[in-house]
């Protein structure tokens, strides 16, 4: 495991995530057609991020130039104070943390915090109704679960902190909202083998960015990559 500490959206952070596979995309790379005649194809959105990867292997930069929207920007303007608040709240220290990649960098996940041996944070200052009621009144945070637990993954910690810091409710007292999430195991092991055939898709597009094969038009046969079995298990 590697440790980069800096500022999460810094310069030194983007190029640390350049041509690595990221916990905030993990959901979207494991997204495949469920029917048709294509069932089991990765979908779109899983080919672009591959290909993407593909290009930031080949450039080593990223291919977004660090784009970054208005309520991205408003995260990172606001982790200090939800970090700050989830400190006081729980009676904690964390750690801030830029990012942490496996050995071979290609996986990686910003850990927004580590707390002690066997913790660590997520923080997200969402602005859209429909995601934070569903966080705050049916306390589903099945979105997030890749991430999370992708998180767990990369630092090998034992549970996560997920936190929802909405200032707009303080006048409430709700505000803050944690969701203790346990490793797990089964879980994991599902997402790494869908993770490393996703990684064979991304080396699959560098072979033909590289190659004047790409060209005469040769595809990609995502099918042939394997499908590891789904898990259901939730993670409240």
């Known amino acids: 495991m590697i440790i980069v500490n800096c500022a999460q959206g810094s310069e030194e952070w983007h190029a640390?995530?350049?041509?690595?596979?990221?916990?905030?995309?993990?959901?979207?790379?494991?997204?495949?057609?469920?029917?048709?005649?294509?069932?089991?194809?990765?979908?779109?959105?899983?080919?672009?991020?591959?290909?993407?990867?593909?290009?930031?292997?080949?450039?080593?930069?990223?291919?977004?130039?660090?784009?970054s929207t208005w309520a991205m920007r408003r995260g990172h303007e606001l982790e200090p104070e939800a970090r700050a608040a989830h400190e006081m709240t729980?009676?904690?220290?964390?750690?801030?943390?830029?990012?942490?990649?496996?050995?071979?960098?290609?996986f990686g996940g910003s850990a927004d915090g580590l707390i002690g041996d066997d913790g660590g944070s997520e923080y997200k200052c969402l602005v859209a109704p429909d995601r934070i009621r569903g966080i705050l009144i049916d306390r589903d945070i099945d979105?997030?679960?890749?991430?999370?637990?992708?998180?767990?993954?990369?630092?090998?910690?034992?549970?996560?902190?997920?936190?929802?810091?909405?200032?707009?409710?303080?006048?409430?007292?709700?505000?803050?909202?944690?969701?203790?999430?346990?490793?797990?195991?089964?879980?994991?092991?599902?997402l790494e083998s869908d993770l490393i055939a996703f990684d064979r898709l991304v080396g699959e597009y560098e072979e033909q960015i590289r190659s004047a094969d790409t060209w005469l038009g040769r595809p990609i046969d995502d099918t042939a990559i394997p499908v590891a079995a789904p898990s259901a298990v939730g993670i409240f």
């Open 16 to 67: 640390a995530r350049v041509g690595a596979i990221t916990a905030s995309m993990f959901k979207t790379a494991r997204e495949r057609l469920k029917s048709g005649k294509n069932a089991g194809a990765y979908k779109a959105a899983a080919k672009d991020y591959a290909f993407r990867v593909a290009c930031e292997r080949i450039g080593g930069q990223p291919l977004d130039e660090g784009f």
């Open 90 to 106: 729980a009676g904690i220290d964390v750690e801030p943390t830029g990012i942490v990649l496996t050995d071979d960098r290609k």
């Open 143 to 190: 979105e997030f679960q890749d991430q999370v637990q992708g998180c767990l993954w990369l630092t090998g910690r034992a549970w996560w902190h997920f936190v929802l810091y909405c200032p707009a409710l303080a006048p409430v007292g709700r505000d803050l909202i944690i969701h203790q999430v346990e490793r797990d195991d089964d879980y994991i092991e599902s």
